[in-house]
């Protein structure tokens, strides 16, 4: 229950159920919608047709890869308020057939705008992430309206204490300056930067804690 405020009495981290992957990647589009990367590599977009893209890569990615990852959400009463999605240790980078049918369906549908930046972004990250076992947190959003409610610590909170259980690191990387307190806070520590189609990004690694 949601209470007039629009606080959230429930704020348990569960696994996104399939049937709300779209619902989920409409949250995911609004909490990205500001990303400097994502802003670099679809700029000249007007915001509408952004949106719209951010939509459907989020939709897509979670469809091909969400049922053999970790997909996370805090929702309840049919509201989603925040998705993360973890690939476990050894199922990143994901097969070239996932990443064909992602790429296509999205050319398919809206066209090759903005696919060569994605590419030299996609060649880049891939190169830093650790050869070692690792969980790799892609992606971690909060719907606007809910932010600075404590979900995105939650749902952080949830997957550094799986890794810890495993005895595992969790590796990630961003394009928003904002977010480095925040990993920080969580213990991630920053391993690199580097500037890609024009955008800072930070790439940063949380060792495995004792419990």
């Not at 296509?104 to 060569?116: E, I, Q, T």
């Not at 830093?128 to 076992?133: A, G, K, L, T, V």
């Not at 480095?180 to 969580?186: D, G, I, S, V």
Request: net charge positive; aromatic share 12%.
């Amino acid at each position: 229950m949601e209470s007039k405020r629009g606080e959230i009495k429930d704020k348990s981290p569960r696994m996104l159920e399939q049937s709300r992957y779209k619902v989920g990647s409409e949250v995911l589009a609004k909490a990205f919608y500001n990303d400097p990367l994502l802003i670099s590599i679809l700029r000249g977009l007007d915001a509408e047709k952004r949106l719209g893209r951010l939509k459907l890569v989020f939709e897509l990615t979670l469809k091909t890869l969400g049922p053999k990852r970790l997909p996370l959400t805090i929702e309840q009463a049919n509201q989603i308020y925040g998705v993360a999605l973890i690939h476990p240790p050894g199922t990143y980078p994901p097969s070239f057939l996932s990443y064909f049918y992602i790429l296509s369906n999205a050319v398919l549908r809206k066209g090759f705008y903005g696919l060569g930046r994605w590419f030299k972004w996609s060649r880049s990250i891939r190169k830093r992430h650790p050869i070692e076992p690792h969980y790799y947190l892609e992606f971690i959003g909060v719907d606007p309206p809910f932010q600075r409610q404590g979900i995105g610590s939650l749902m952080l909170k949830h997957i550094v204490g799986l890794t810890d259980r495993e005895g595992m690191s969790c590796y990630l990387e961003t394009a928003n300056p904002n977010n480095l307190p925040f990993y920080q806070r969580f213990g991630f520590e920053m391993i690199g930067e580097e500037r890609i189609i024009g955008v800072p990004i930070w790439f940063m690694k949380r060792p495995s804690l004792p419990l």
